[in-house]
């Protein structure tokens, strides 16, 4: 929220002393030497930035590290267990047809956010675009557009899909789904909006730091901006029009995600302890050092704490079924009501906190415009994240799913939640489903598949959907197979 953009000398001597008065007039050190273009559009950069609400943000996030506090009655948080049989169990059936009935109706709409800069895996675009099958390399979103289309074609509605992107990748992601026929879905029904940016900060005084003599360097505002970015963008009216009263969010790094899933969909809608609010999937922490935010009860409501955050001792304790007692791991799937979303959005005490990241950010020098290539992290990143808004939901609920079944980020090149380890498990699943339906699946010694394989959405959203499917009798050793 910032005010119009500087036009006229005397606006801009009063945007310098306003900047000085915040340390940070260094923004403007090459405006006399810039085109016209180049300076307007610095202004309106400028004028884009709550310069009122810089100077906290840089004592809280930067001169200090906010530190962590843990709270008092902090207990894990309870969940609905991935077997429904198990003891206190609950009808799924039930939920699966509730769930059916409101996507048959039109009332639930798919959400991705798409807008992060995908650092880690060091791929050139936007994230989407990445050739995530494992025998196909489809792109990350033609595989939700599949899953979207079967989807669609099983409960006879349209599903809306909203794509949040951000400044930095919104032209190529736009350009990306044309240039691919938008995979098949009706481009009516595909809404793209971009999110909000923070300026990135100077890592030792929380100087804005400048990408080039006329740009302050941005990153995009976290997962968390999109709260604000639905309604901004006009989604959320555009949600309200079509009738959207759900809404299925899911990252764009996860190519096993279930996009819209009807028994998640009905346990939030309709689950007696859930408002209908907001409502996330976990799925059990493999080990208590695995990086995954952990569902807790804080404060007496449901909040995820960073796996840094939580105390080892915590981290390592185990109930008396042996299982971690701080299990339930987020993998950032939840179910938003669409009432939600507004509501937050007309509440003026609603802001999320931020959260800082150490990053390496390209600049250039405010003092000589050289650009300056930082061998170790020189900035400071604020972002949002979206489960922080847990806390303002009125009886949020946390469902159980099995990892297998639907977690496989591309977050790295290599090693841990990479491309490679996602085209591991998209063999595993597919291997466990194929051999349900009775196909043979060549094994290795340790018991994992010997080929590689991936499913298409299209062919089979859940095992059942590939009884009676045209299926070979065996795969072999060394086999690669797209189905
Ligand atoms: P990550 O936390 O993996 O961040 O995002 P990232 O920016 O994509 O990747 P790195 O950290 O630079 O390697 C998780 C999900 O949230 C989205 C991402 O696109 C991804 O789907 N996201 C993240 C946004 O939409 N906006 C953001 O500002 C940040």
Same mark, same amino acid.
């Given at each position: 929220?910032?005010?119009?953009?500087?036009?006229?000398?005397?606006?801009?001597?009063?945007?310098?002393?306003?900047?000085a008065?915040i340390?940070?007039?260094?923004?403007?050190?090459?405006?006399?030497?810039?085109?016209?273009?180049?300076?307007?559009?610095l202004?309106?950069?400028?004028?884009?930035?709550?310069?009122?609400?810089?100077?906290?943000l840089?004592?809280?996030?930067?001169?200090?590290?906010?530190?962590?506090?843990?709270?008092?009655?902090?207990?894990?948080?309870?969940?609905?267990?991935?077997?429904?049989?198990?003891?206190?169990?609950?009808? &799924?059936?039930?939920?699966?047809?509730?769930?059916?009935?409101?996507?048959?109706?039109g009332?639930?709409?798919?959400?991705?956010?798409?807008g992060g800069?995908?650092? &880690?895996?060091?791929?050139?675009?936007?994230?989407?675009?990445?050739?995530?099958?494992?025998?196909?390399?489809?792109?990350?979103?033609?595989?939700f557009?599949?899953?979207?289309?079967?989807?669609?074609?099983?409960?006879?509605k349209?599903?809306?899909?909203?794509?949040?992107?951000?400044?930095l990748?919104?032209?190529?992601?736009?350009?990306?789904?044309?240039?691919?026929?938008?995979?098949?879905?009706?481009?009516?029904?595909?809404?793209?909006?971009?999110?909000?940016?923070?300026?990135?900060?100077?890592?030792?005084?929380?100087?804005?730091?400048?990408?080039?003599?006329?740009?302050?360097?941005?990153?995009?505002?976290?997962?968390?901006?999109?709260?604000?970015?639905?309604?901004?963008?006009?989604?959320?009216?555009?949600?309200?029009?079509?009738?959207v009263?759900h809404?299925?969010?899911?990252q764009?790094?996860?190519?096993?995600?279930r996009?819209?899933?009807?028994?998640?969909?009905?346990?939030?809608?309709a689950?007696?302890?859930?408002?209908?609010?907001?409502?996330?999937?976990?799925i059990?922490?493999?080990?208590?050092e695995?990086?995954?935010?952990?569902?807790?009860?804080?404060?007496?409501?449901?909040?995820?704490?960073?796996?840094?955050?939580?105390?080892?001792?915590?981290?390592?304790?185990?109930?008396?079924?042996?299982?971690?007692?701080?299990?339930?791991?987020?993998?950032?799937?939840?179910?938003?009501?669409?009432?939600?979303?507004?509501?937050?959005?007309?509440?003026?005490a609603?802001?999320?906190?931020?959260?800082?990241?150490?990053?390496?950010?390209?600049?250039?020098?405010?003092?000589?415009?050289?650009?300056?290539?930082?061998?170790?992290?020189?900035?400071?990143?604020?972002?949002?994240?979206?489960?922080?808004?847990?806390?303002?939901?009125?009886?949020?609920?946390?469902?159980?799913?099995?990892r297998?079944?639907?977690?496989?980020?591309?977050?790295?090149?290599?090693?841990?939640?990479?491309?490679?380890?996602?085209?591991?498990?998209q063999?595993?699943r597919?291997?466990?489903?194929?051999?349900?339906?009775?196909v043979?699946?060549?094994?290795?010694?340790?018991?994992?598949?010997?080929?590689?394989?991936?499913?298409?959405?299209?062919?089979?959203l859940?095992?059942?959907?590939?009884?009676?499917?045209h299926?070979?009798?065996?795969?072999?050793?060394?086999?690669?197979?797209?189905?």
């Amino acid at each position: 929220m910032g005010s119009t953009a500087t036009t006229t000398t005397a606006d801009l001597a009063s945007l310098r002393a306003r900047l000085a008065e915040i340390g940070q007039d260094h923004v403007l050190n090459f405006i006399d030497r810039l085109d016209d273009a180049r300076r307007g559009a610095l202004l309106t950069q400028i004028a884009a930035i709550d310069l009122a609400g810089l100077p906290k943000l840089v004592d809280e996030y930067v001169k200090k590290k906010p530190g962590f506090v843990l709270a008092p009655d902090l207990a894990p948080a309870p969940f609905y267990a991935h077997d429904h049989r198990a003891e206190g169990g609950w009808d &799924r059936a039930t939920y699966k047809k509730a769930g059916e009935a409101l996507i048959g109706a039109g009332k639930v709409a798919a959400f991705v956010v798409a807008g992060g800069q995908g650092s &880690r895996l060091g791929y050139e675009g936007p994230k989407g675009c990445f050739p995530g099958g494992a025998v196909s390399k489809k792109p990350l979103f033609a595989i939700f557009a599949e899953g979207l289309l079967a989807t669609e074609r099983r409960y006879g509605k349209a599903i809306p899909w909203y794509i949040m992107t951000s400044p930095l990748n919104h032209e190529a992601t736009v350009a990306f789904f044309k240039d691919h026929h938008f995979f098949g879905l009706r481009p009516q029904d595909v809404m793209f909006f971009s999110q909000g940016v923070m300026p990135s900060l100077d890592i030792r005084d929380g100087r804005m730091l400048m990408a080039s003599t006329s740009e302050i360097a941005t990153n995009p505002d976290g997962h968390g901006g999109s709260l604000k970015a639905l309604a901004v963008s006009g989604a959320l009216a555009d949600m309200k029009k079509r009738g959207v009263e759900h809404l299925s969010y899911f990252q764009v790094d996860n190519p096993l995600v279930r996009v819209v899933d009807p028994v998640f969909i009905g346990l939030h809608a309709a689950a007696a302890d859930s408002s209908g609010e907001m409502s996330s999937k976990m799925i059990p922490k493999a080990y208590p050092e695995e990086k995954l935010g952990v569902f807790c009860m804080a404060n007496k409501k449901l909040d995820v704490i960073e796996y840094s955050d939580l105390p080892a001792d915590l981290s390592k304790e185990r109930g008396t079924d042996g299982r971690l007692k701080f299990l339930a791991g987020s993998i950032a799937i939840h179910v938003i009501g669409v009432s939600f979303i507004e509501k937050l959005n007309h509440d003026p005490a609603f802001s999320l906190p931020y959260h800082r990241a150490e990053k390496k950010i390209a600049c250039v020098d405010p003092a000589t415009g050289e650009a300056i290539a930082p061998a170790s992290n020189n900035g400071v990143k604020l972002e949002r994240f979206v489960f922080d808004a847990l806390a303002f939901a009125r009886k949020p609920i946390v469902y159980e799913t099995d990892r297998l079944e639907e977690f496989a980020p591309i977050k790295n090149a290599t090693g841990v939640d990479s491309v490679e380890s996602c085209a591991q498990l998209q063999t595993a699943r597919a291997a466990k489903w194929l051999e349900a339906a009775g196909v043979k699946i060549a094994r290795k010694a340790d018991g994992t598949p010997d080929c590689v394989l991936e499913l298409s959405p299209l062919t089979a959203l859940e095992p059942v959907d590939l009884v009676g499917k045209h299926l070979p009798k065996q795969i072999e050793a060394g086999a690669r197979l797209a189905l």
